[in-house]
């Protein structure tokens, strides 16, 4: 199955330095949202890890309507972590994601939609398809819950 993501195109750093900057950028990528101009949303604050050890991050709340979701940072050093995004009716934004030496997992619901706020870099690293930091690693994106059907 392909995978369709958004990714906003990032401008000066500093533009993006705040919530309500990366929100806005994810809604441009978007374009057409059900969310309107202020829209409300929630938080959800990712982990640091190093050498694989700490804390995972999920969203697995599933709601009625449409949810935007603000994935805050996260940072992975020398190992590897994964983020699971897994509701249905979720629009999440990232705002970046730090790995140094070390691999970055999302799992992201197949009706789930997902943009990042800035357009990343990569220094001697692999695929870097979710448009965060990476030096000598790698952030994926893998599409979960879908039907076969």
């Known amino acids: 199955m392909a995978t369709c993501l958004t990714w906003a195109a990032a401008g000066p750093s500093h ?3 705040n919530e309500s900057g990366a929100l806005q950028a994810c809604l441009a990528a978007w374009g057409e949202h059900p969310f309107g101009p202020n829209p409300s949303y929630r938080t959800l604050a990712t ?4 050498f694989g ?11 009625a309507g ?6 805050n940072p996260g940072v992975n050093v020398m190992g590897g972590s994964a983020i699971e995004l897994l509701n249905p ?4 934004c990232l705002r970046a994601a730090v790995n140094v ?4 997992d999302i799992k992201l619901h197949c009706s789930a939609r997902l943009a990042s706020s800035s357009n990343g870099a990569s220094v001697m690293s692999g695929e870097n398809t979710a448009k965060g930091v990476s030096v000598m690693g790698a952030i994926k994106v893998e599409r ?3 039907s076969n059907s």
């Open 15 to 17: 533009a993006q330095d």
């Open 47 to 50: 982990s640091v890890k190093v």
């Open 53 to 63: 050890i700490g804390p995972g991050t999920a969203d697995r709340e599933v709601t």
């Open 66 to 71: 449409p949810s935007l979701v603000m994935v």
């Open 89 to 92: 009716q979720g629009w999440y």
């Open 101 to 104: 030496m070390g691999g970055m």
């Open 144 to 146: 979960v819950g879908c």
